[in-house]
C-alpha cells in the first residue's frame, strides 16, 4: 500500500492557481475553464459544490459538474472543492446556494460526502468543508454546529479517499465585512471555538486575505498565532485572494457608506440571497443603482470599478490589478504559503457585468478574463501578470524577502528554483495606491550570472546593466521580474507609469 504523504509532503513545493467563482455549474452547464487556467500557468484549480447539485434529491445523485472538471484536469495537475451544504430538503435553511446551515440528518450528510469524495477517488487533492463560515452569509449556523459537521465531513472523507486532505473552512480576517473590530471577532471568535475542540479534524488551514495587500503579511501571521495558541500545526494557504477593491481607496469612502451598509447586511446574513438564476439577474441594490446613476460626478478611483467607465480609468484600474497580483502574492509566498489562488478566473453568470449590486461593485471586476458567449477567451492585463509570474515561480521551493539597509520601502524577493537560477521580483513601495508618477530609483544588486533578463509586471522590457559581477535596473512601483538565464515570454514593450 502507498504511504499516505502528510500536508507538509503534499505542500513541499509552491502552486499558483485559480478559483473559478462561487458558482460552478450550479445555476447552469459547468463552463468549461480549466484549459484556460493550465495556459495561465496555474498549478491548481478551485471550485465549489453544493449539495444541491449533487444531490437535489435524496438519493439520486449528478455528477455533470464534478466530472467535467476532472475529465479536464492534467497529470500533475491539483484540484481544489470546497462543499458547500445549501440545499432544499436536507440541511435546516432551506436553499440551493447560501447560505450553507446544518445538516437536519447528520447521518446523511456523511452519506453524501462520502459518496462525493468517493465518486473518482484520487483526483481531488484538497476537500474544504465550506466556504467562509465565520461569516453568516456563507454558513448559518454557530461553530459548534460547523465544529459538528466539520469532524463528520473529516471522517466521511478519510474512508472515501484517505490520501485527500481536509481544509478547515476559511478563515476571513476582517476584510470582507469591514477592517473594524467587528469583522475581526467574527473569524477570531469563530475558530477559536473550532479550534480548541476540532485540531485533529482538518490538514490545512485557510486563510482569504483581501484588502490592503500589505496586510498579507500580518494576517497570515495572526493565524498562525492563533493556531498555535490551540496547539495546532496545520500549514496554512490562501485559497482565495485578489485586489484591489474600491474600499482601499479613503476619496472613494463618503460615496460607498449606503452600499456598505447594504454589503454588510449581506456578509451578515441579514439580507436574504437570490435562490434562482432569474432572481440574481434581477436582484439590484438601491445604493448601487444611485452611483451609477450620478456616475459622471463620482472619483476616477471610484469610477473605475464601475462598468461603463472610462477607458482610461479601465486601463488604469487594470494596471493597478497587475500591480496588486504580483505584491499580494509574493508577500504571502514569502510567508511560507504553498497554495496561492487567485479569486476568479471569470465572471459567474451572462448578465455579471449588468448587475447593479453591491457584490459586483465590490469584486466585479476582479476576473482575470471575460467571456466571450459561452467561452472564456478573453485575457484581461492581470491574466497576463499571472502567466509571467506562474512562469518566472515554476519549480520553485522558497521564497523569501530580503531586506535591504537602507531602503525600508524597497521590497525584494529571492525564489528558489529547482530547475534554474534563483529568480528575484522587487518594486518599491509608494505611498499613494493609485500612483502614477512613473518616478523610478536605481537598484543595484550583486549578480554571479554572465546574463540577466528583467520584465515589468505588464510584461515590457526593463533594461539591465550588469558590471563588475552587479545587476543594476530601475525599480518603480511596478514590480519587476529578473531571471536567467532563459527570459520570460514579454507581451511588447510598454512603458512603465
Same mark, same amino acid.
Given at each position: ?9 503534499v ?98 450528510y ?29 454558513w ?11 469532524r463528520?465531513?473529516? +471522517? %466521511?472523507? /478519510?474512508? $472515501?479517499?484517505?490520501? !485527500? =486532505? ?6 476571513? *480576517? ?22 480548541r ?49 474600491p474600499?482601499e ?11 456598505l ?19 440574481? +439577474? %434581477?436582484? /439590484?441594490? $438601491?445604493?448601487?443603482? !444611485? =452611483? ?6 463620482? *472619483? ?37 504559503i ?10 459567474e ?7 447593479r ?35 518566472l ?84 512601483s ?20
Amino acid at each position: 500500500m502507498t504511504p499516505v504523504a502528510s500536508a507538509d509532503e503534499v505542500l513541499s513545493d509552491t502552486r499558483l492557481g485559480v478559483v473559478r467563482g462561487t458558482t460552478y455549474g450550479l445555476f447552469g452547464a459547468p463552463e468549461e475553464f480549466v484549459p484556460q487556467a493550465r495556459a495561465l500557468g496555474a498549478g491548481i484549480v478551485r471550485v465549489n459544490l453544493f449539495w444541491s447539485q449533487i444531490e437535489p434529491e435524496p438519493g439520486r445523485f449528478v455528477w455533470d459538474a464534478l466530472d467535467a472538471l476532472l475529465d479536464r484536469l492534467g497529470d500533475g495537475e491539483e484540484a481544489w472543492v470546497t462543499v458547500c451544504s445549501g440545499s432544499r430538503w436536507a440541511t435546516r435553511h432551506p436553499t440551493r446556494w447560501l447560505p450553507a446551515s446544518p445538516a437536519v440528518d447528520i447521518k446523511q450528510y456523511h452519506r453524501f460526502v462520502r459518496k462525493l469524495v468517493g465518486h473518482r477517488p484520487g483526483r481531488i487533492r484538497f476537500w474544504q468543508c465550506e466556504i467562509e463560515p465565520c461569516l453568516p452569509l456563507f454558513w448559518a449556523g454557530t461553530a459548534g454546529e460547523y465544529l459538528t459537521q466539520l469532524r463528520v465531513f473529516h +471522517e %466521511a472523507v /478519510e474512508q $472515501a479517499d484517505p490520501a !485527500a =486532505l481536509v481544509v478547515l473552512g476559511a478563515a476571513v *480576517p476582517g476584510a470582507m465585512v469591514g477592517d473594524g473590530p467587528a469583522g475581526a471577532q467574527t473569524w477570531a471568535s469563530f475558530f477559536g471555538e473550532v479550534l480548541r475542540d476540532g485540531a485533529e479534524h482538518f490538514d490545512v488551514f485557510d486563510i482569504h486575505p483581501y484588502g490592503d495587500p500589505y496586510t498579507v503579511t500580518g494576517l497570515v501571521r495572526a493565524c498562525r498565532v492563533q493556531l498555535a495558541a490551540h496547539g495546532c500545526r496545520q500549514p496554512v494557504v490562501a485559497s482565495e485572494h485578489s485586489g484591489p477593491l474600491p474600499t482601499e481607496f479613503p476619496e472613494n469612502l463618503p460615496y460607498l457608506t449606503d452600499v456598505l451598509a447594504v454589503h454588510q447586511r449581506q456578509f451578515l446574513g441579514q439580507a436574504p440571497m437570490p435562490d434562482t438564476l432569474e432572481d440574481l +439577474e %434581477a436582484a /439590484e441594490d $438601491a445604493p448601487v443603482v !444611485a =452611483l451609477y446613476q450620478r456616475m459622471d460626478e463620482l *472619483p476616477p478611483t471610484l469610477q473605475m470599478f464601475m462598468n461603463g467607465c472610462p477607458p482610461e480609468l479601465d486601463d488604469h484600474r487594470h494596471r493597478l490589478a497587475c500591480r496588486d497580483m504580483v505584491v499580494r502574492t509574493m508577500l504571502a509566498l514569502a510567508e511560507g504559503i504553498r497554495r496561492n489562488l487567485h479569486y476568479a478566473i471569470g465572471p459567474e453568470w451572462d448578465f455579471y457585468h449588468d448587475s447593479r449590486v453591491a457584490g459586483v461593485l465590490m469584486f466585479g471586476k476582479l476576473q482575470l478574463m471575460d467571456s466571450r458567449g459561452d467561452t472564456l477567451t478573453h485575457r484581461h492585463p492581470a491574466a497576463d501578470t499571472f502567466e509571467l509570474m506562474a512562469r518566472l515561480l515554476d519549480g520553485a521551493t522558497e521564497v523569501r524577502r530580503i531586506t535591504v539597509a537602507d531602503r525600508p520601502d524597497l521590497y525584494l524577493f529571492e525564489a528558489e528554483r529547482t530547475h534554474n537560477a534563483p529568480a528575484l521580483v522587487t518594486w518599491e513601495r509608494h505611498i499613494s495606491t493609485a500612483d502614477r508618477d512613473g518616478s523610478t530609483n536605481e537598484f543595484a544588486w550583486e549578480w554571479p550570472y554572465s546574463s540577466a533578463h528583467a520584465v515589468d509586471a505588464f510584461g515590457a522590457r526593463v533594461p539591465v546593466r550588469l558590471q563588475d559581477g552587479m545587476l543594476r535596473i530601475p525599480v518603480s512601483s511596478t514590480p519587476v521580474f529578473i531571471d536567467c538565464p532563459a527570459p520570460p515570454t514579454t507581451r511588447g514593450d510598454a512603458a512603465t507609469d
